[in-house]
């Protein structure tokens, strides 16, 4: 469904410098039983967040009130594994809008930006500069441009250009999703289903 | 001419159209939906005031969050429940083929879509489930989706797409005794890692790949996400077609004859360029197992565990929290590791050939006191001829326990929980931290290693166990 606009975001930043953070840590599957796309922020992290007993973990960063903000930085291959988009909704619900790493798994990337979160992939050295930074100094702020297809940290004016398709960039700055448009070509696609 | 993959072909055969600077808006000839990732999308159809654009292309079946006993009593669980009932009403409205609990082909979305013949060479195929992939086997473009995208193909039959970069892997050589196809795409994750394949779609190819039967080339398929890619596919040959014929929803008389010649011609050009090629000799291989959080983290089965030299930064300590997370020290074999639970199921290692190699690798022998032994069918079809070829007699003889169809253990959304600490050798397909269970230790394996470790009670080569 439609989402809030996305042009340009400048805030804090959540750091989380773990490789191959996977989607069955972003949201365990036992959370998954829902028939709506309600409350998912709640158990971001599940079990990276609170012990078996529901008491929150206090070294982990979502529990430490010294980071917040509307950016997450993590480590490498973010997003591994299932398909589910209740990864992203957990993401989103939570606050965040963007995810910053130096390099995605595909199905989730795609899943980030039907929804309204911004993947920004970034060099790793870009990665480690970001975390540094963000997790000495938690004022930090992080600018996210889409644009310019820019991703500028604030305190030093560090920058890095990012990948991201006309098509896409487009409907994140108008709040679009694919079905508005594939629904407007849904004769090409009766005409091609008739040869099928 | 052009040389083309195979790839290519079935590829550029579904595109409606190419956006420009954006992605394809590409078709879906067979969506296959489960419980967990289509409510949402149905929600969303209502919202838009909107329908199901072809329900015939979509197939439906619970199978991510059911029971796997009682099936045939309420689901005592309020959320699985109300999930599979939703299922059941948006079939029921939208008039979607439905498999459900209980009925003679209910099973694993990934094990019964083969089964049935539903999936077949050309096809393209998505299911809100990454191991999609599998289907790929039958030389056809399947892989996994969100909801959103769930949401789409019901909407419209598309989705859009940007067409993946090609990566071809070739296995040569034969394999030697007791290495399955498991031990082959845990080998070759090991090789290229987690994310090694992340932006590529795969072809696998080579003698290996060709000598394998369709179940076995499921499983490679299966995993190609655990390498990252988008999907793996073998181009289909006479092993598929025998494999199809008679299946119930195969093509018949001369739409079959029809079919085979089309899907002759479904195969990668001599010379066509792939963005990047790995080789493989299979006589390398040996029993695998992981032991670490990721599919990546694979060793064979006589290995140690890799030892930190090298490694720094954030990749160190990732590798490090994985091992404290599994209770292992770098550098220690892995052989003779204490286990407490066998998990033989999931779309990756849950059909009767599975089931029938490790029925006649513990025929006599029984289960070691330490270990609990789950055997959970992919279907109701693979459950019922387990049935008949006498091999649930022999298993649950050996102490197994044989339990209902369904994906169980493998992500642990059901009942079937690994408990928090004890170590599980698991033929399915991830061994991420809590996948079976809170604080659950995976360790993934073959069926045969997983028949050995049944009776040996720790982590062995089933070469040891079985062969002398």
Redesign the interface.
């Known amino acids: 469904?439609a989402y809030d606009k996305f042009t340009v975001l400048t805030s804090t930043a959540v750091p989380l410098?773990?490789?191959?953070v996977?989607t069955?840590?972003i949201i365990?599957?036992?959370f998954?039983?829902?028939?709506?796309?309600e409350g998912f922020g709640d158990n971001l992290f599940r079990?990276w967040r609170y012990d078996?007993e529901g008491n929150p973990k206090k070294d982990f960063v979502l529990n430490d009130p010294t980071y917040s903000g509307k950016i997450l930085v993590s480590?490498?291959?973010f997003g591994?594994?299932?398909?589910?988009?209740?990864a992203?909704w957990a993401i989103y619900d939570y606050g965040f809008r963007c995810v910053v790493s130096s390099?995605?798994?595909?199905?989730f990337k795609?899943?980030c930006l039907?929804?309204g979160v911004l993947p920004v992939t970034v060099s790793p050295e870009f990665a480690?500069k970001l975390l540094e930074t963000i997790t000495a100094n938690p004022e930090t702020t992080i600018t996210v441009d889409i644009p310019n297809q820019k991703i500028t940290l604030d305190s030093t004016g560090e920058s890095e250009s990012f990948d991201i398709?006309?098509?896409?960039k487009d409907n994140m700055q108008n709040g679009f999703?694919?079905?508005d448009?594939?629904?407007n070509?849904?004769d090409?696609?009766d005409a091609?289903?008739a040869n099928? | 001419m052009e040389k083309t993959t195979l790839f290519d072909k079935i590829w550029d055969a579904h595109v409606v159209k190419s956006v420009p600077a954006g992605p394809d808006v590409f078709f879906i000839d067979k969506h296959f939906i489960h419980e967990v990732t289509s409510p949402v999308a149905f929600l969303n159809l209502e919202k838009r005031g909107i329908g199901v654009k072809n329900p015939s292309r979509t197939v439906a079946t619970p199978d991510h969050n059911v029971p796997t006993v009682d099936q045939d009593k309420t689901i005592k669980d309020k959320l699985s429940r109300m999930q599979v009932e939703r299922l059941r009403e948006n079939c029921a409205k939208y008039g979607i083929e439905l498999h459900d609990l209980g009925s003679a082909h209910h099973g694993i979305v990934h094990v019964i879509g083969p089964e049935l013949g539903i999936t077949q060479p050309g096809m393209t195929i998505v299911c809100g489930d990454s191991h999609t992939s599998t289907h790929g086997a039958f030389g056809a473009i399947a892989f996994g989706i969100g909801t959103s995208e769930v949401e789409m193909v019901l909407a419209t039959q598309c989705i859009m797409q940007s067409k993946a970069k090609k990566m071809r892997i070739t296995i040569d050589g034969v394999a030697g005794p007791g290495v399955t196809s498991k031990d082959l795409i845990l080998y070759v994750i090991a090789q290229i890692s987690a994310a090694g394949a992340t932006g590529y779609f795969v072809e696998y190819a080579g003698s290996a790949i060709q000598s394998l039967s369709m179940e076995a080339r499921m499983t490679v398929c299966n995993m190609s996400i655990e390498m990252g890619a988008r999907g793996g596919l073998i181009a289909p040959d006479e092993t598929t077609f025998e494999y199809l014929k008679g299946k119930q929803y195969s093509p018949k008389g001369e739409e079959w004859d029809k079919a085979v010649a089309y899907w002759k011609t479904l195969k990668t050009d001599e010379g066509a360029v792939f963005d990047k090629e790995y080789h493989f000799d299979a006589a390398d291989i040996e029993p695998m197992i992981t032991y670490g959080t990721n599919p990546g983290m694979g060793i064979k089965v006589l290995g140690n565990i890799p030892t930190t030299d090298g490694m720094e930064g954030s990749n160190k300590t990732s590798y490090l929290k994985s091992l404290a997370y599994m209770g292992f020290e770098p550098g220690e074999a892995i052989k003779g590791k204490k286990v407490d639970f066998v998990f033989v199921g999931s779309c990756t290692n849950g059909r009767i050939e599975d089931i029938r190699s490790v029925a006649a690798f513990v025929k006599g022998h029984k289960k070691a006191e330490n270990i609990t032994a789950w055997i959970v069918p992919g279907s109701r079809e693979v459950e019922k001829m387990a049935h008949e070829e006498g091999l649930v007699k022999i298993l649950e003889e050996a102490g197994f326990e044989l339990r209902q169809p369904g994906c169980s253990a493998c992500l642990a959304m059901n009942d079937d929980k690994i408990p928090s600490g004890k170590y599980a050798v698991s033929t399915s397909n991830r061994n991420f931290e809590g996948r079976q269970g809170p604080g659950a230790r995976t360790m993934l394996a073959s069926p045969l290693t997983v028949a050995a470790v049944a009776v040996k009670g720790e982590i062995c080569d089933p070469r040891e166990v079985f062969l002398n």
């Open positions: 469904m410098p773990t490789d191959n996977d069955d840590q365990p599957a036992r998954l039983k829902a028939t709506e796309r079990d078996v480590g490498r291959n591994s594994g299932s398909s589910r988009e209740h992203v390099f995605f798994a595909d199905i795609n899943n039907n929804i480690d398709n006309e098509y896409k999703d694919d079905i448009y594939l629904l070509m849904s090409e696609i091609f289903a099928k």
